[in-house]
């Protein structure tokens, strides 16, 4: 398996600002990745962060809204800019292991008001 | 594109019966299966796969899980069932295995696991 570890585990934040959530994990990784899961919905792949390149978005997903830094193999951030009500979520990171067998943090609650 | 449909929004089971899980997949190349499970206030944890090989895959916590090519289908099963297993439930496709692009995972909309005594 994997240790991931996220911060902060949840905050409340007021429209207009942003927040920077931290990922790390306990050893090396190739990617990660940032998934939003919506109130009562599914999860949702938003960026592949890649160390040393651009992170990938998905359809839907733009750098400007999700800046992602992933400075070394065991950390990378992910920002929620210039947040608004509908960005409420739990925001988790991941990594995939050996095996093809992908773990998860335990997420970050945000809520926007 | 690559799609998961869990045709369930809840499943209730009594302790100590038979549960099922039911999830459906569409890919274009050979499917990789995952199963998830997310307690209250918990992270996503594993349970299990299928990559190749044996169509009855087994997990943790006594889950197993069959993969049918033709039905396109991979269903969670447990013989007997436990209040504790009382969870969320998700089934995740991607394409390919490892590393790169092919490691991105569609979920489907999850599954309520209700156990009651």
Same mark, same amino acid.
């Given at each position: 398996s994997a240790v991931i570890s996220q911060k902060p585990s949840r905050d409340i934040c007021q429209r207009g600002t942003s927040l920077t959530i931290q990922c790390q994990v306990d050893s090396q990784v190739t990617m990660m990745f940032w998934y939003r899961q919506q109130p009562g919905q599914s999860l949702t792949l938003i960026a592949t962060a890649n160390q040393g390149s651009e992170a990938t978005y998905e359809s839907g997903f733009v750098i400007d809204k999700f800046p992602i830094s992933r400075p070394n193999l065991t950390f990378s951030t992910l920002t929620v800019s210039n947040m608004s009500p509908e960005d409420s979520s739990i925001y988790l990171c991941s990594v995939v292991r050996r095996n093809y067998e992908q773990y998860f943090g335990p997420g970050t609650r945000l809520t926007v008001t | 594109a690559q799609s998961v449909a869990q045709p369930e929004d809840q499943v209730n089971v009594a302790e100590g019966?038979?549960? +099922?899980?039911?999830?459906?997949?569409?890919?274009?190349?050979?499917?990789?299966?995952?199963?998830?499970?997310?307690?209250?206030?918990?992270?996503?944890?594993?349970?299990?796969?299928?990559?190749?090989?044996?169509?009855?895959?087994?997990?943790?916590?006594?889950?197993?899980?069959?993969?049918?090519?033709?039905?396109?289908?991979?269903?969670?099963?447990?013989?007997? =069932?436990?209040?504790?297993?009382? =969870?969320?439930?998700?089934? =995740?496709?991607?394409?390919?295995?490892?590393?790169?692009? =092919?490691?991105?995972? +569609?979920?489907?909309?999850?599954?309520?696991?209700?156990?009651?005594?």
């Open positions: - | 019966n038979p549960l +099922t899980v039911k999830c459906t997949y569409s890919v274009s190349g050979n499917p990789y299966l995952f199963w998830y499970v997310q307690y209250p206030n918990r992270g996503l944890q594993f349970l299990l796969k299928y990559i190749t090989g044996d169509n009855l895959v087994k997990g943790s916590y006594g889950f197993e899980a069959e993969f049918n090519k033709s039905q396109t289908s991979f269903h969670l099963k447990k013989p007997s =069932a436990l209040v504790s297993d009382s =969870a969320l439930y998700f089934c =995740a496709v991607s394409t390919t295995g490892g590393t790169g692009t =092919a490691s991105k995972l +569609t979920f489907g909309t999850g599954t309520r696991l209700q156990v009651t005594l």
